[in-house]
């Protein structure tokens, strides 16, 4: 104890020194991190509400939450949940496309950490067409919607097949349905989108050490 006491005035003019010194140098931001997302990377989207061919118009919004988090060598960049949202670019109703249906959406940005980031994705769309026709679903641009919907129109299965594949699209679902439907995407469904363009992430730059080394040495003085 007695030693302890010895000690306060030189433990005190060494606070005030460090103090002194900290109120004269303050620690400098922090520099921000940022990470790029990569063109072609897959966006997994849980709808928060339907989207359909019937009931959605072109230009309207819809939103969604990220079912998986986006991964760069292992680390998370864009968590699950984080909340997206998108635009319906066309929605056809069952009946004026030879009786069947179109639904074409697309992303267009998403919010994280009070950031609001713009991203462009390939359109997911989706075709129905009744009378023993083919319901398809595409993730690709205005061509392969043409030409699957003219492939669509004229009844030709080979011609829609070879059109998503010359396009660059690629059918991803296909089934077989009895009559003409719209096309819906219900609540809580998920959607997969792709990115069609490199998106920079902002992270949250990691705390400053300064402040705690300055207690540690403080603390030390009384060990």
Do not use: C
């Amino acid at each position: 104890m007695t030693t302890l006491k010895a000690r306060w005035p030189l433990i005190l003019i060494i606070v005030g020194a460090i103090a002194a010194y900290v109120h004269a140098h303050p620690p400098a931001p922090p520099k921000p991190v940022t990470v790029t997302v990569a063109q072609g990377t897959p966006v997994e989207l849980r709808l928060g509400h339907a989207v359909s061919s019937k009931t959605s118009s072109a230009g309207e919004r819809f939103s969604g939450k990220l079912a998986k988090p986006i991964l760069l060598n292992g680390q998370v960049i864009v968590p699950e949940g984080t909340e997206f949202s998108g635009t319906v670019l066309q929605a056809v109703p069952v009946g004026r496309l030879a009786g069947g249906a179109s639904l074409r959406v697309s992303l267009n940005s998403f919010s994280l950490e009070g950031q609001e980031y713009s991203i462009q994705t390939a359109p997911v769309v989706r075709i129905s067409k009744g009378q023993g026709k083919r319901t398809a679903e595409f993730a690709g641009g205005g061509a392969a919607l043409g030409a699957a919907i003219g492939a669509l129109v004229h009844g030709g299965k080979g011609a829609l097949i070879g059109a998503a594949a010359g396009a660059g699209a690629g059918a991803v679902g296909s089934a077989a349905t009895p009559t003409a439907h719209d096309v819906v995407l219900p609540t809580e469904s998920v959607v997969a989108f792709h990115l069609t363009q490199d998106v920079v992430v902002t992270q949250k730059p990691a705390p400053e050490t300064q402040h705690a080394d300055v207690v540690a040495t403080i603390r030390s003085l009384f060990s």
